[in-house]
């Protein structure tokens, strides 16, 4: 035996190891194996797939039940035992029908082979009989032949008969036979008829029920799937017992990839690439995976309803199943929009992270990062999906790289801005909708770039001639100051008194001295005319309320705001409701709130504004009601009544110290400390006051709200928000704001305080609310997120005045702030895919100027378009109530006759020509209406976009071609006349011409003449046939019945139309 | 090994499904219990209808406060427009909104039962219509009351242009012209709706109320002020009585079969 050889190590204990590591190895390979089997998805389609089952399988019974109970059923079930009884009973007859058939049908082939053989015979013969005859003619062999031939043929016709006996017998046997067959036929195919139901249910059970597959098929379990166990069937039992297994087998590890159950589902957009830096990809969603039922109707949460996809009865009755399933099984609460293949946004061509955002290919909860709407959410998902939720790293749901998180289901309507930037009412995106109306309403875009609003005009009043307005220089300082003190609910937000300048309020009193005096100085004088008549103010208050001014302007004392405001405990459809509520109030105060007009300026100003806006502002969306002299005197004398003055708010006065060193604040940055102090030595107050008025006016950015003079081409101040949405989270300062969870007694709870969560929705928010909370230490609460410690907060960033934080306050409620993030999440910089915007037609393109251009004037205020707006109504019933002595009901009810018409089919309904003409000067059509269709000061280009807005919205040929010339014999056109005077009685209350009908013109309706200049001639038509289907509560009633139209009638209506556009 | 184990899965479901098939030799068609015929034919199910009772309520309405001024003279000018509406009057046309019998016994006052029948009660509908004359240019009745589904037919007396504009809020609007020619019009409400207006477009004066209700315990008050509430089953009832001008008010009400039940209301003028 050679001797070992040296070594280092020994065997044996390296065979020990060796064992030990193998077989940790062989477990850690187990291991992986059972983590990758057991993915969490796994389980939701296991838990979706017993819902489905126990769903399904409740309105199989429910189903059956009903089928059992019909009477109808019933008698087709016991309708159709009966047949086969028949059947049975005559059962002999039946058989022996049939055995006759059989024997006729052997006679038949009998005969009929025997006729097909003698027939083959004679052809024969007579080919060659033929032959000889064509080569030979007639001799002794022909002769032969022929004779031949007539034996076989005499042969074959000997069978005819016989054939022909039997297949009149075999038809006979068979009729005999076919009432009993067709009676048969005809109650299975009855009784299949009321089962579809069922039978539905039925296939769909066998498809996901694990016990009802058909790996081991069983007839009982084909016919009777529930029922059988009860009258133990045994085959049944062991099929079912088989298909259970066969379903566990096949999902099996390993065996699972030829054909599993369960399995990861996805959709691939093709054209919609991903770019993750380095390659390009096609967008892969497999969001489908565990969120099963998102397309499914059957699916709804009676919670997301609010779209009224579901009929209240099954609404109401919608079972526990739904009710408790999990969020990820619920449907899409807007099926009608997206999803479906029949919906605008189909996910085989949308896929899901196009809109929602988030790592569509992941397939556990944090990979393809969910976020959180809210911190209860959070601490929710936490617990559900085993997330640490008090561990050190708070932001699980980050993935750290994926620079687009998934939305929180609160903004998620973000992500239609990227597609549908140039629309302006969002069908299915009200909450973006609202934000957009609430970035133009506060002119957002007048201090932040945004390239949609870059062409608009300033949102707030020009201050060229501000000391012709407002002659107290006091109020104005008053007004700068606070201005929310004065009029609780105008857009001009607050500078003072914030967080980060409430400790320096003499400073602040010195700087609005300067702003005014900055102003003032400046203003250049309005010429203003004399009042001519003496107004009165009962009579202004009866116009302000009958005019339409209540479209635009509210007078309201009273804060209403935080009824409509968010709560926590919304659901998304009480939610939708308020945004909804919310547009409409934001359309009546379109224009300033009135209180207080008399004391901020002169009833002077009051009437010469009143009678041409445009002369005191050119640029002003304030519109000319063509009021009379007298009816702008008693509006005036109306309006000074209303005297609310501020209630705290008074500035201090000038103070030429403090005033010194704003001044040199200003002064130091361009020279050096003893020049400052010398020329400052030298500056009168005034100088001072104009020097710092007008840096502050450019500190603050208030030329991008008013137009100021000395500003005319001064860059906004705010950063550009264009492309806001997508800018990278970690550009944000977040500074030293910290969130905290806070118990019921205001403390907070322990381990809860740290820094806000950095998401850049988060910081939106808060900005939005308190605009200089980054220069604080204020703690956020994580609950209402909201300022915690408003009281308390301390400045604590080193700044200088300029460079603090300078945004307004706006103090927008939690309803707006949320509409307004949605908005910014969705300024994003991706390019929309050309297939999937609207199409760029002139077409689309004029849409949606017309709808900016219906919204920048608030159409919406008076009139209903595209099913929005008629906001004034309630303001109309108010009037009929108060001013017209109706009573509530009766004027709820007639409120749609004298409200403005809605323009819903206007394009279908008025020439073009004719339009553009009332546009320019309108004129009145409806003698009855006291409300006034004012003169807007559009420009060329605005008409001319409205002109085509409406055609187009109708899917009008523009321009529009007069192409219906009535041509008439006298007959026809004393008949048509006839029609309309004596039998339809139409001048009973329609203007004809110079021709007035009796009685007040309240009761009047529109002068025919005008027809022919303003409608189209097959919109007269359908109105005739159906007014109210044109317009609801219209006076004008009908003389058709639109369902039962004869012949005669629509002659009627051609020639009434024509006659009308007739009249001269 | 992965083979093997994939030989042996299919050896024992082949196993199994034959043992499964072997369970399988019943006759393969069954069907259905065959359910009994129904004794009474499905349709008289259908129809059924909630019962009534032998319990009513009846009453008087009373007006308090100042009587209303007539106003003949303006109503008489108003209507001067057109002869065919003083035509249809024998004295001076009277504003129909407030109507006082001598005593301040208010008429035109709908009285009806608003809680305490069953909600899922049907009740017959009456196959007779309400009738509405427009005659001197009024609606007569002015108030009416009919359950839902039951025909509502308007007639037209005065022969002259006329429109019949009802302005519900839950059942469709409707508005149809009567010129002279056409004498009746008649119209189904389906949905129940207490109470809406009615108006002529042409003869802004012309108004009246239409009560739609599910059930047929209702009724109108005459120039006496009374109403009557028949059929009543027992039971504890709210009930309402509405006027165009003076509001509604409520009493709840017990009542038992066979006996009237008296209950009064005065509505006042604010």
């Known amino acids: ?1064 | 090994m992965k083979t093997r184990f994939v030989a042996i899965v299919f050896v024992v479901t082949a196993i199994s499904i034959l043992i499964g098939c072997g369970g399988s030799d019943k006759p393969t068609e069954r069907r259905k219990p065959i359910p009994k015929r129904p004794s009474t034919s499905a349709s008289t199910i259908r129809t059924a209808t909630a019962s009534t009772g032998t319990a009513s309520i009846i009453g008087k309405i009373t007006f308090e406060g100042k009587a209303p001024k007539k106003w003949t003279k303006s109503l008489a000018e108003e209507m001067a427009v057109e002869s065919a509406c003083i035509a249809g009057h024998s004295d001076d046309p009277v504003s129909d909104s407030i109507v006082l019998g001598n005593d301040k016994q208010l008429a035109n006052v709908f009285v009806h039962i608003t809680k305490g029948i069953p909600n899922n009660a049907k009740y017959a509908i009456p196959s007779a219509p309400v009738v509405i004359d427009q005659k001197g240019c009024m609606y007569r009745p002015h108030v009416v009351g009919a359950m839902a589904g039951q025909e509502i037919k308007i007639l037209n007396s005065d022969g002259i242009m006329h429109n019949v504009h009802a302005l519900p809020s839950k059942n469709a609007e409707f508005n149809k012209a009567m010129p002279k020619t056409k004498k009746t019009f008649s119209h189904i409400f389906e949905e129940a709706e207490p109470i809406f207006p009615i108006k002529c477009d042409v003869h802004p004066w012309m108004g009246g109320y239409i009560g739609i209700l599910n059930h047929p315990f209702f009724n109108v008050t005459d120039i006496d002020g009374k109403f009557e509430i028949r059929d009543l089953p027992a039971g504890t009832y709210d009930v309402e009585a509405w006027h165009e001008k003076l509001g509604t008010q409520k009493q709840t009400v017990t009542v038992v079969d066979g006996k009237p039940h008296t209950l009064n209301f005065t509505l006042s003028r604010s």
């Open chain 1, 1 to 1064: 035996m050679a001797e070992q050889e040296e070594r280092y190590y020994k065997i044996s204990l390296l065979n020990k190891w060796f064992a030990i590591s193998s077989i940790i190895f062989v477990l850690t390979l187990l291991w992986m194996f059972q983590d990758d089997y057991a993915r969490k998805w796994k389980e939701y389609q296991r838990e979706f797939r017993q819902l489905e089952v126990d769903k399904t399988k409740d309105a199989y019974l429910d189903a059956e039940a009903k089928l059992l109970s019909q009477a109808e059923y019933a008698e087709t079930m016991y309708a159709l035992d009966e047949a086969e009884h028949t059947l049975d009973d005559k059962y002999k007859k039946v058989e022996e029908l049939k055995a006759q058939i059989a024997e006729k049908e052997a006679d038949n082939f009998r005969y009929t082979s025997e006729y097909q053989r003698r027939k083959s015979l004679y052809d024969e013969i007579k080919y060659l009989y033929e032959e000889a005859i064509a080569h030979h003619g007639e001799h002794h062999n022909t002769k032969q032949l022929k004779a031949e031939m007539q034996d076989k043929e005499k042969k074959m016709n000997e069978l005819v008969p016989k054939m022909q006996s039997t297949n009149q017998n075999l038809k006979d046997l068979r009729d005999e036979l076919k009432p009993y067959e067709a009676e048969k036929k005809r109650l299975e195919k009855e009784a299949r008829a009321l089962m579809s139901d069922v039978n539905v249910l039925k296939s769909k059970l066998r498809k996901v029920d694990p016990q009802l597959t058909s790996i081991g098929d069983n007839a009982d379990l084909q016919n009777d799937i529930y029922e059988v166990d009860k009258r133990g069937e045994f085959g049944a039992t062991i099929a079912r017992a088989i298909n259970t297994v066969g379903n566990q087998i096949r999902d099996l590890p390993v065996l699972d990839l030829s054909s599993p159950y369960y399995k990861i589902d996805q959709i691939v957009v093709p054209d919609v690439i991903e770019d993750l830096n380095f390659s390009r990809v096609p967008k892969v969603d497999r969001c489908t995976t565990c969120h099963l039922g998102i397309q499914r109707k059957d699916y709804i949460h009676e919670d997301d309803n609010g779209n009224g996809l579901l009929d209240p009865e099954e609404d109401r009755n919608q079972d526990d199943l739904l009710q408790t399933m999990k969020k990820p099984f619920r449907a899409h609460p807007r099926l009608d929009l997206f999803l479906s293949s029949d919906s605008p946004h189909p996910i085989d061509q949308f896929g899901c992270s196009s809109c929602h955002a988030g790592r569509g290919r992941g397939t556990s909860f944090s990979s393809v990062v969910h976020k959180p709407s809210s911190h209860q959410q959070k601490q929710e998902w936490g617990e559900n999906h085993n997330y640490p939720t008090k561990n050190t790293h708070p932001d699980w749901f980050t993935l750290h790289h994926w620079q687009r998180p998934m939305f929180p289901t609160k903004y998620a309507e973000a992500g239609c801005f990227k597609c549908h930037s140039g629309e302006s009412e969002i069908d299915g995106g009200e909450k973006l909708t609202l934000g957009l109306a609430l970035i133009e309403r506060s002119g957002c875009y007048g201090c932040h770039n945004i390239k949609k609003y870059e062409e608009r005009k300033p949102v707030g009043p020009s201050l060229t001639k501000v000391a012709s307005k407002i002659k107290d220089e006091n109020w104005t300082r008053n007004w700068i100051k606070n201005p929310a003190d004065f009029r609780h609910n105008t857009w001009m937000p607050k500078f003072y008194d914030l967080l980060n300048n409430r400790n320096t309020d003499e400073r602040n009193d010195q700087e609005v001295h300067a702003i005014t005096h900055y102003l003032y100085q400046n203003s250049s004088e309005f010429e203003m005319a004399e009042i001519p008549i003496k107004g009165d103010a009962e009579t202004g208050e009866t116009l302000f309320n009958a005019l339409g001014c209540m479209g635009c302007h509210q007078i309201s004392p009273e804060s209403s705001i935080e009824s409509t405001d968010f709560t926590s405990n919304d659901t998304d459809a009480q939610k939708r409701a308020k945004i909804e509520a919310h547009r409409n109030t934001m359309r009546i105060e379109q224009g300033p709130n009135l209180i207080g007009t008399g004391v901020k300026t002169s009833p002077r100003w009051v009437y010469n504004w009143l009678k041409d806006p445009t002369q005191y502002n050119p640029d002003t969306r304030m519109p000319d009601l063509r009021l009379t002299d007298k009816e702008a005197a008693d509006l005036t004398a109306y309006l000074v009544t209303l005297r609310q003055t501020f209630k705290k708010t008074n500035v201090k006065s000038l103070n030429k110290e403090i005033l010194s060193t704003i001044t040199e604040e200003f002064l130091e940055g361009s020279k050096s400390e003893a020049a400052v102090k010398s020329e400052i030595k030298e500056m009168s107050s005034d100088q001072m006051l104009a020097f710092t008025g007008q840096k502050l006016i450019s500190h603050y950015g208030c030329y991008g709200c008013h137009n100021i003079p000395g500003f005319e081409s001064q860059k906004p101040v705010g950063v550009d928000l264009t492309y806001h949405g997508s800018k990278m989270t970690k550009k944000l300062d977040f500074g030293s704001v910290q969130e905290a969870v806070y118990d019921q007694n205001g403390h907070i709870k322990p381990k809860s305080l740290k820094h806000l969560n950095h998401t850049n929705y988060s910081w939106f928010r808060q900005k939005l609310l308190n605009p200089r909370i980054w220069d604080t230490n204020a703690i956020v609460d994580s609950n209402t997120e909201r300022i915690a410690n408003l009281d308390d907060a301390k400045v604590v960033k080193l700044k200088k005045f300029t460079e603090k934080t300078r945004m307004p306050n706006f103090g927008f409620s939690d309803l707006e702030t949320e509409a307004i993030v949605t908005a910014l999440l969705g300024f994003v910089n991706e390019e929309a895919l050309s297939s999937k915007v609207i199409p760029r037609t002139p077409e689309n393109v004029y849409v949606e100027r017309g709808q900016s251009l219906a919204r920048e004037y608030n159409c919406t205020g008076c009139h209903l378009l595209e099913d929005k707006g008629g906001s004034i109504k309630p303001s109309i019933t108010n009037w009929l109530v108060h001013f017209e002595g109706r009573d509530q009901n009766e004027a709820q009810a007639v409120t749609n006759s004298y409200s403005p018409p809605n323009l819903i089919g206007e394009g279908q309904k008025v020439q073009t020509d004719w339009l553009y003409s009332f546009f320019r000067e309108p004129m009145p059509i409806r003698p009855w209406l006291e409300i006034r269709m004012p003169t807007f000061n559009f420009t060329e280009e605005q008409v001319n976009a409205l002109v085509r807005y409406f055609s187009y919205l109708d899917q009008q040929d523009f321009p529009f071609v007069d192409d219906v010339k009535p041509t008439f014999t006298k007959e026809e056109y004393t008949n048509a006349k006839n029609l309309l005077e004596q039998e339809f009685q139409c001048l009973k209350c329609h203007i004809k011409g110079n021709q007035m009908p009796g009685g007040s013109p309240a009761n009047w309706a529109p002068n025919l003449a005008m027809a022919k200049e303003r409608l189209k001639p097959e919109w007269i038509v359908q109105w005739l046939l159906d007014p109210q289907k044109l317009l609801p509560g219209t006076k004008m009633p009908s003389y058709f019945d639109p369902e039962n139209l004869t012949t005669e009638e629509q002659d009627q209506i051609h020639a009434l139309r024509d006659y009308i556009l007739a009249i001269e």
